[in-house]
């Protein structure tokens, strides 16, 4: 019996895993400002760490990070722009000055050092948040591609001046004057083709890690450094969203649905493997086949007895009729009126024996 159940599961589990199959929606691409790790399948959400300006009983100010020895000091979001109203940003238009997720102040002016971006990516087991398209920084780059540009007519004119071979080519006066009408025609050069300069924008690259510590700050900034041209930042945060964990938008089934398939799949079992072992080992046929044949047949009976039991049980709290219901008092004043009567007889016969 133990073999046939083991050979019965064995038997089941493609059914199992269709039904997780089944209850696993298709992939769907991941909120703003979460991911996924490929390599450990966790889950990571850095909204709690990000400040929105339209939420109640949130901070005024975002995150700031100290520079130290760099003489500035810095102001950044997580996937939102900072709270501060910032005006006169240099080297951005006034649309965008309200998409600015980091800066800085220097000599009163205001530098953005990236733009706003919902989409945190893996490096490798590094999570990292990239911000682009800041100020200005650097030196333009005005350098000069040279490259040729053959002119297809004059190519085709050269050619026709050419003589064939074969052909008499005449006197030396001719051959003379040939050669000075070809050198009379004007030479390709090599023009050089100036392109637009390129404007370099700073940029800020932040590294966050997992910090467990029940006391530590729901972030911590930490200014690294900065490339000599002053375009690229570099920081590290470490939090506890960046811990990672379960997803609840992609969880496939709760723990209700992996009871039912552990009950369903526990059913099968017994159904499938009873009914195998009835008919191949006890040679039973019919309904007899089903495993505790006998209890599943008088199944009917004791249902029906509960019921009535129950029933029974539920007529004792419903209203009685009225006359049944008034006949402990009509009885008690049929009683006192008889009491009555007793003592005018044992009156009268006093009276009597008296006389």
């Known amino acids: 019996m133990h073999f046939l159940s083991v ?46 300006s339209d939420t109640k009983g949130k901070r005024e100010v975002s995150w700031l990070a100290r520079g130290y020895d760099y003489s500035v000091n810095f102001t950044i979001n997580f996937c939102a722009p900072v709270v501060e109203n910032l005006k006169d940003v240099v080297g951005l238009e006034r649309e965008r000055w309200g998409n600015v997720s980091a800066f800085y102040r220097e000599n009163g002016k205001i530098y953005s050092i990236g733009q706003l971006s919902t989409t945190p990516v893996f490096r490798g087991r590094k999570l990292v948040l990239n911000y682009t398209d800041g100020s200005p920084c650097g030196s333009q780059s005005s350098s000069s591609v040279e490259s040729r540009k053959k002119n297809p007519t004059k190519d085709k004119d050269r050619h026709k001046d050419k003589p064939k071979e074969g052909e008499d080519k005449g006197g030396e006066n001719d051959k003379d004057g040939g050669d000075d009408e070809r050198h009379k025609k004007p030479v390709d050069k090599e023009k050089p083709i100036k392109q637009k300069p390129v404007t370099q924008r700073k940029s800020t690259l932040i590294s966050l890690l997992c910090d467990r510590d029940p006391l530590a700050p729901k972030a911590s900034v930490a200014f690294i450094g900065a490339s000599p041209d002053k375009c690229t930042y570099f920081f590290e945060v470490r939090s506890l969203a960046a811990c990672g964990g379960a997803s609840d938008s992609r969880q496939t089934i709760g723990p209700g649905g992996v009871f039912g398939i552990i009950a369903l799949v526990a059913c099968l079992v017994y159904f499938i493997g009873g009914c195998v072992y009835q008919r191949t080992v006890m040679h039973a046929r019919g309904w007899r086949q089903l495993p505790n044949y006998s209890m599943w047949a008088g199944i009917g009976s004791f249902i029906s007895d509960m019921f009535t039991i129950i029933l029974s049980s539920c007529t004792r709290f419903l209203p009685r009729r009225d006359g049944y219901r008034n006949l402990p008092t009509s009885i008690g004043t049929g009683r006192h009126r008889s009491a009555d009567a007793e003592n005018r007889l044992i009156d009268q016969y006093d009276e009597e024996w008296d006389d």
């Open 7 to 52: 050979a019965s599961t064995l038997l089941l589990a493609p059914i199992l895993q269709a039904q997780l199959a089944a209850a696993i929606p298709e992939d769907q691409p991941d909120p703003p400002c979460t991911v996924h790790s490929l390599n450990t399948g966790s889950f990571f959400d850095l909204n709690p760490i990000s400040i929105r």
